[in-house]
């Protein structure tokens, strides 16, 4: 299931330059306001469109990677091993985790067509560390997908560390998997799946 929602994922935050100012304000303001300008982008885009992957992975970098969490998504994904990794490991594992989500969502990128994005009330983070923004993905003929994003305070900034896709949350359907490579191979073991699969995408 997660695999195939990817594609709904990148709209919300495919951020456009100077909107990242906004990072210090309420965070489901900050998703709501920059989704009409970048489903805007997407639709214009037509080196994306047609399928240009390289273009996809340069953007992501540049605009949608600085506002995620890869450490506290890795650990969450990874989780009890984790504490048993050092700190080599521990940098393998993020910088590995972040290039196969980055690639994933470049993929996915250049599948986006028509659909559209609606927001449900999220409640307000006050001054908690962490919120939830609620959104869904709609698209002609088809059921609207609910669509997750938590996010918590990172300094001034509000950053995401899982995503959930139809109540399928991202960090915990790769926890499975990491696991399966855990118990094979121990830390290391994982982090070698990891390198061939970022071969392989």
């Given at each position: 299931?997660?695999?195939?929602?990817?594609?709904?994922?990148?709209?919300?935050?495919?951020?456009?330059?100077?909107?990242?100012?906004?990072?210090?304000?309420?965070?489901?303001?900050?998703?709501?306001?920059?989704?009409?300008?970048?489903?805007?982008?997407?639709?214009?885009?037509?080196?994306?469109?047609?399928?240009?992957?390289?273009?996809?992975?340069?953007?992501?970098?540049?605009?949608?990677?600085?506002?995620?969490?890869?450490?506290?998504?890795?650990?969450?994904?990874?989780?009890?091993?984790?504490?048993?990794?050092?700190?080599?490991?521990?940098?393998?594992?993020?910088?590995?985790?972040?290039?196969?989500?980055?690639?994933?969502?470049?993929?996915?990128?250049?599948?986006?067509?028509?659909?559209?994005?609606?927001?449900?009330?999220?409640?307000?983070?006050?001054?908690?560390?962490?919120?939830?923004?609620?959104?869904?993905?709609?698209?002609?003929?088809?059921?609207?997908?609910?669509?997750?994003?938590?996010?918590?305070?990172?300094?001034?900034?509000?950053?995401?560390?899982?995503?959930?896709?139809?109540?399928?949350?991202?960090?915990?359907?790769?926890?499975?998997?990491?696991?399966?490579?855990?118990?094979k191979g121990g830390v290391d073991g994982l982090i070698?799946?990891?390198?061939?699969?970022?071969?392989?995408?």
């Open positions: 299931m997660i695999r195939k929602c990817l594609a709904w994922l990148l709209p919300v935050f495919l951020l456009l330059p100077g909107i990242s100012q906004a990072a210090t304000g309420a965070p489901d303001a900050l998703v709501k306001n920059v989704t009409e300008d970048v489903l805007n982008i997407l639709r214009e885009d037509k080196g994306i469109q047609s399928g240009n992957r390289q273009r996809a992975v340069a953007l992501i970098e540049t605009k949608v990677a600085p506002h995620f969490d890869f450490a506290r998504m890795t650990s969450l994904a990874v989780g009890l091993p984790w504490r048993q990794a050092n700190e080599e490991q521990r940098k393998l594992l993020v910088g590995e985790f972040r290039r196969l989500l980055v690639r994933t969502y470049a993929s996915a990128l250049t599948a986006y067509s028509d659909q559209t994005v609606s927001f449900k009330p999220s409640p307000k983070a006050g001054n908690g560390d962490e919120v939830t923004v609620r959104s869904q993905i709609n698209k002609p003929g088809g059921q609207p997908i609910p669509l997750d994003y938590s996010l918590a305070r990172s300094g001034d900034e509000w950053k995401v560390f899982d995503v959930s896709v139809a109540n399928v949350s991202l960090v915990t359907n790769y926890r499975s998997s990491f696991a399966s490579e855990v118990r070698k799946a990891l390198q061939e699969k970022n071969r392989q995408t």
